[in-house]
């Protein structure tokens, strides 16, 4: 019964390059969220994904930053040129249900340099 | 106003004693209500649900005030190990119902 597995979990990068970020969800989860927490800071809501579909994206900046969940495969966060102020953990979540508990993976924590 | 605010501490009080956390959310709106735990450099874990009743699990009770839009958590018998950040979570404002993270509360349990 694996939980919510996220890779990488560290991942350093250079400014202007790019940075992917995979979630699997816990089996039989279809609804995905990413959330990003700052150093010092709460976890900020960035999207929201079910199967092939972005439900709510009201969080993610709107650019350079993208989502997708595909029908088959992990759910993917990525961001191109990234910057400094890009460097924070990237947690993702899966829930079986809308509104209900949501299972954490471990985080992956980008730095970019 | 912030969906979801927290008092961020830190809350140090010795081993045994009991402590309460406040947590205010701005959706009148909100039907599900949860406090997480998250450690240093680690992921949230949910700690337990809130229902309008009020719930308790060991030492930890969750109540809720719809009327004053407040939730609370109360810790009694503090653990080293209950040392941590707790926050409150909220569903929030649009219709996906996501769910919104206060910025947390700090608690230090010392011997």
């Known amino acids: 019964n694996a939980g919510v597995m996220q890779n990488p979990r560290h991942l350093v990068r250079r400014r202007g390059q790019e940075a992917r970020l995979r979630c699997s969800p816990v089996?039989?989860?279809?609804?995905v969220y990413w959330y990003r927490q700052l150093p010092e800071e709460g976890l900020k809501f960035m999207v929201y994904?079910?199967?092939?579909?972005?439900?709510?994206e009201s969080g993610m900046p709107k650019e350079r930053f993208s989502a997708e969940f595909p029908k088959e495969g992990p759910s993917i966060l990525r961001i191109q040129q990234v910057v400094r102020g890009d460097s924070a953990a990237y947690f993702c979540?899966?829930?079986?249900?809308?509104?209900?508990?949501?299972?954490f993976g471990e985080g992956s924590r980008l730095t970019v340099l | 106003r912030k969906e979801v605010e927290q008092d961020p501490g830190p809350f140090n009080v010795p081993e045994g004693a009991t402590v309460a956390f406040n947590c205010t959310y701005s959706?009148?709106?909100?039907?599900?209500f949860f406090w997480y735990r998250q450690d240093c450099r680690k992921e949230p874990k949910l700690l337990m649900s809130?229902?309008?009743s009020g719930n308790e699990d060991g030492r930890f009770t969750a109540q809720l005030n719809r009327a004053s839009q407040y939730i609370s958590l109360l810790i009694r018998d503090s653990k080293l190990s209950d040392s941590a950040t707790y926050l409150c979570?909220?569903?929030?404002?649009?219709?996906?119902?996501?769910?919104?993270f206060g910025t947390g509360t700090r608690l230090q349990v010392f011997p």
């Open positions: 979540a899966s829930s079986p249900e809308l509104g209900g508990e949501l299972f």
């Open positions: 089996k039989g989860h279809s609804h």
């Open positions: 994904l079910q199967k092939e579909n972005i439900i709510d």
């Open positions: 959706n009148s709106a909100s039907q599900s």
């Open positions: 809130v229902y309008s």
């Open positions: 979570v909220v569903n929030g404002l649009s219709n996906t119902d996501k769910l919104i």
